[in-house]
């Protein structure tokens, strides 16, 4: 299922736009990455904070559809730390709770010396549909 759920997500247009890779996915859990370009930083030169919440929203997305059923965001929230360092970003979903109709997750985003960057947070709602995985 893991692997259907991937090849699923690299569907995201957006997603693979600005460059995101998911690199792993199993049920409650997605780990997904981000090479920073110059087309990523803002006006002072740091990572822009939208690129950031992409990056954690892609993965929360992964971790809360990873059980093959239809999840979609009702809440996000995210504080910034700090900004990375280095080139690579990495995004951390996991599932806080779950039952029929909700779920709960924490993402913590990392830059590539492994220093938290930023902590988002997502509820999705539970459709009753199956992911449509061919």
């Keep these: 299922m893991s692997n259907d759920i991937m090849n699923y997500l690299d569907k995201d247009r957006f997603a693979a736009f600005v460059g995101i890779k998911l690199v792993e996915v199993k049920p409650g859990y997605a780990i997904a990455r981000l090479e920073i370009t110059d087309d990523h930083l803002n006006a002072v030169n740091i990572v822009q904070g939208g690129v950031i919440f992409t990056l954690a929203d892609f993965a929360f997305a992964a971790a809360s559809n990873s059980h093959g059923q239809v999840s979609l965001g009702i809440n996000a929230n995210i504080s910034y730390f700090q900004p990375p360092q280095g080139k690579i970003i990495t995004?951390?979903?996991?599932?806080?709770?779950?039952?029929?109709?909700?779920?709960?997750?924490?993402?913590?985003?990392?830059?590539?010396?492994?220093?938290?960057?930023?902590?988002?947070?997502?509820?999705?709602?539970?459709?009753?549909?199956?992911?449509?995985?061919?």
């Design 91 to 134: 995004a951390i979903a996991k599932e806080v709770f779950i039952n029929k109709k909700i779920a709960s997750y924490n993402v913590e985003i990392f830059d590539e010396d492994e220093k938290i960057i930023a902590r988002f947070t997502g509820m999705v709602y539970r459709k009753k549909d199956e992911l449509p995985i061919d």
